[in-house]
C-alpha cells in the first residue's frame, strides 16, 4: 500500500489495530498457483492467521486444502464455511474424540505423527466403520512424526490397521529456510522415497504434502525473501511427475498481507535515548528473529502534521507493555517524530494476531485453581477456548 493509503486507513480506524490487505493476499494466492501449474496444489496452513479463512477472502477458491493443528481451528474453519472435505487435520496432540469430531464434521483425511496416533485413527475407522484416509508424517530430527523405518513398517503392516487408507507422507522439516539448496535437497529425497518405496514395498505414494519453510524477510537492510518461490518450482514437478503434490505453507500466504498501526503516545528522553512509547506492544507484534529488538522491522511512518525541516534523531520505539522488555525496535532514525504521529509495521499478516502466545492454534488457556490451605482445590477460573478470539463472529 501507498502511504495515502495508510494515512486514510489511519483516519478510520483506532490504535493499536490490525489491518489485512485483501488484495495483498489474494494475489499471493492466485501467483503462487499460476507459478505452479494445475499439477501442484497449494493447502494454507491457517496457524499462520485464522482470519485469513474467513469467506469475504475467498479462500476456498484459492486453496486446494486447509491445515489445521486443533479442535479450535476446525471449529473456526467450519464456521467460516471451508467445506470440511477440504481439511487436513494435522497435529501431534490428537485424541480420539478430537478425531471423532473431526470426522462428524466432514473432515476425511488426517495425518499421523505416531504409532499411537495411527491406532487411534484405526480404532475411529472401526467405529465409523469407514475407511480414514491417512497422511504418515516422516520426522525431522524434532518431536514432529515418525522416523522413516516406522513410516515404512506401517505401510508393510497396513494389514494390521484395516480401517485406515495410507494416502502417502507428510513432510515438513522447519520454517524461515534461508537457503535454497535444503528444500532442493528435501524435495530429492521426497522423490526418492516415493521410488523407493514402490521399488521395495510394492505401494504407491498416492500424495505428498510438503511444508517447503520458505523465508518471508521482515526486516529493513535485508533481501526481500533468501528463496522465491520461482526457484523451487523445477524440483516440486519433478517430485509431481511420480506422486501427487500439494504444498503446504501458512507465513508465505499470510505475512506480506498484515499491518499493526499504533499510535505514538509518549515522547522523551532517558539518559541521552529518545524513547517513543506507543499505545501498542510486544504483546501485539511479533516477527520470526527479531532479538531483543536489535533488527529494524520494515515499517513506515505517518505524521500527524506536516515534517519541518529537523534532523533525523534515533529513537527507541516502545510498547504499553510494563517490562523492559517490551521494545519494537530501537536506534531508528526518524524525522520530526512526535506524540499522535502514526507508526505501521509491515508484514506482520502471519503470527502477530494472534495478541499472546496463549491465544495461538486456539487452544484453551488453562484452568486457574487455587490450593486452601485444608488442602481443597477451589477452581478460580474455567478453561477459556480461544477460538472466540480468533475468528470474526
Known amino acids: 500500500m501507498t502511504t495515502e493509503e495508510f494515512t486514510g486507513i489511519a483516519r478510520k480506524i483506532r490504535t493499536p489495530a490490525y489491518v489485512l490487505d485483501e488484495a495483498e493476499f489474494v494475489n499471493r494466492a492466485k501467483g503462487a498457483k499460476k507459478l505452479l501449474g494445475p499439477d501442484i496444489g497449494i493447502c494454507y496452513s491457517m496457524k499462520a492467521n485464522p482470519f485469513l479463512t474467513y469467506k469475504s477472502f475467498d479462500p476456498c477458491g484459492l486453496f486446494e486444502k486447509f491445515e489445521v493443528c486443533s479442535p479450535g481451528e476446525l471449529h473456526i474453519c467450519i464456521r467460516h464455511g471451508i467445506p470440511a472435505e477440504m481439511i487436513l487435520f494435522s497435529g501431534v496432540n490428537k485424541s480420539i474424540g478430537e478425531i471423532e469430531e473431526a470426522y462428524d464434521a466432514g473432515v476425511r483425511i488426517f495425518t499421523a505423527e505416531s504409532r499411537k496416533q495411527l491406532k487411534a485413527l484405526d480404532e475411529t475407522g472401526r467405529k465409523k466403520q469407514r475407511l480414514l484416509d491417512v497422511l504418515i508424517r516422516i520426522a525431522a530430527d524434532s518431536q514432529f512424526g515418525m522416523d522413516e523405518e516406522d513410516v515404512l513398517e506401517a505401510i508393510r503392516k497396513r494389514a494390521e490397521t484395516p480401517f485406515l487408507r495410507i494416502r502417502g507422507v507428510h513432510y515438513f522439516t522447519g520454517t524461515q529456510k534461508r537457503n535454497g539448496g535444503m528444500i532442493l ?198 478453561c477459556i477456548y480461544t477460538e472466540q478470539f480468533n475468528g470474526r463472529d
Not at 520458505?214 to 525473501?225: H, Q
Not at 536506534?331 to 502477530?352: H, M, P, T, W
Not at 496463549?358 to 490451605?373: G, H, K, N, Y
Open 185 to 382: 535437497k528435501e524435495l530429492a529425497y521426497l522423490k526418492d522415497f516415493c521410488l523407493k518405496t514402490a521399488k521395495d514395498q510394492g505401494f504407491r505414494i498416492e500424495n505428498v504434502e510438503y511444508g517447503t519453510g520458505l523465508d518471508v524477510e521482515y526486516f529493513e537492510g535485508n533481501p526481500a525473501g533468501a528463496t522465491e518461490l520461482e526457484e523451487i518450482v523445477p524440483a516440486l514437478r519433478e517430485l509431481a511427475s511420480v506422486t501427487t503434490v500439494t504444498i503446504e505453507m501458512g507465513r508465505w500466504f499470510a505475512a506480506t498481507c498484515g499491518f499493526y498501526f499504533t499510535k505514538v503516545v509518549d515522547c522523551k528522553q532517558n539518559s541521552g535515548t529518545n524513547y517513543a512509547v506507543t499505545d501498542g506492544g510486544m504483546n501485539q507484534l511479533h516477527y520470526d528473529g527479531q532479538i531483543r529488538s536489535m533488527k529494524i522491522p520494515k515499517h513506515v511512518h505517518l505524521s500527524s502534521e506536516s515534517i519541518g525541516a529537523a534532523e533525523e534523531k534515533k529513537w527507541t520505539v516502545c510498547g504499553s507493555i510494563c517490562s523492559t522488555a517490551d521494545i519494537l525496535c530501537r536506534d531508528v532514525s526518524f524525522r520530526d517524530l512526535k506524540e499522535n504521529d502514526i507508526l505501521v509495521f509491515l508484514n506482520c499478516g502471519a503470527y502477530s494476531f494472534m495478541e499472546a502466545s496463549s491465544t495461538f492454534l486456539s487452544r484453551e488457556m488453562p484452568q486457574i485453581w487455587v490450593r486452601r490451605e485444608n488442602g481443597d482445590a477451589e477452581l478460580l477460573r474455567d
